[in-house]
């Protein structure tokens, strides 16, 4: 699933050669065994971050966003509820923390939400607030695979 704004719609190009290679990377891998950490794919342009955690109450998460890199979110295991709402909403809490690429929102009013499962994955661009790890009916066990795709190379 892809979801964005008409606004910004041809700002980024999904279809690119990178966005490809990082579906291929999840179509192809095998991640039973793997452990959480960092793989890479393609140096610092693509890698993938594999994460294994129990979902939380959505008041304990928090609204993100990263400026260099779109973030293909990709369910392994598992199940979760994944906030959701354009850039020009949020306000600011946390400042950018650019060796992380990563910045921290305050909660908005009225934030869209994807239930992801097992094999679904969402891609967000920089102008995406997202809030991941969210609890749905129960606590449920995650196995994420996170790839991360430079914006511009």
């Known amino acids: 699933m892809l979801t964005t704004s008409v ?3 041809n700002k ?3 279809t690119e050669e990178k966005i490809e290679q990082a579906l291929t990377f999840l179509r192809t891998t095998d991640f039973t065994g793997m452990e959480p950490g ?3 794919i393609d140096g610092d342009r693509i ?3 594999i994460q294994e955690y129990t979902t939380k109450d959505p008041k ?3 609204f993100e966003t990263h400026r260099k890199y779109y973030d293909i979110q990709y369910v392994a295991e598992g199940e979760e509820f994944f906030g959701y709402i354009p850039l020009s909403e949020l306000e600011e809490d946390t400042g950018y ?3 992380r690429d990563l910045e921290f929102y305050k909660e908005p009013e009225n934030p869209g939400w994807i239930h992801l499962r097992k094999g679904d994955f969402a891609i967000v661009s920089p102008e995406d607030g997202h809030k991941p790890r969210c609890i749905g009916d ?3 066990k ?3 695979i996170v790839v991360k795709v430079l914006v511009e190379s």
Do not use: L
Request: aromatic share 12%.
């Open 60 to 62: 304990d998460c928090r």
């Open 47 to 49: 890698f993938a971050e």
């Open 7 to 9: 606004k910004i719609g």
């Open 138 to 140: 129960a606590p449920c």
């Open 142 to 144: 995650v196995k994420k």
């Open 12 to 14: 980024y190009n999904y």
């Open 97 to 99: 923390d650019e060796t």
């Open 38 to 40: 960092k793989v890479a």
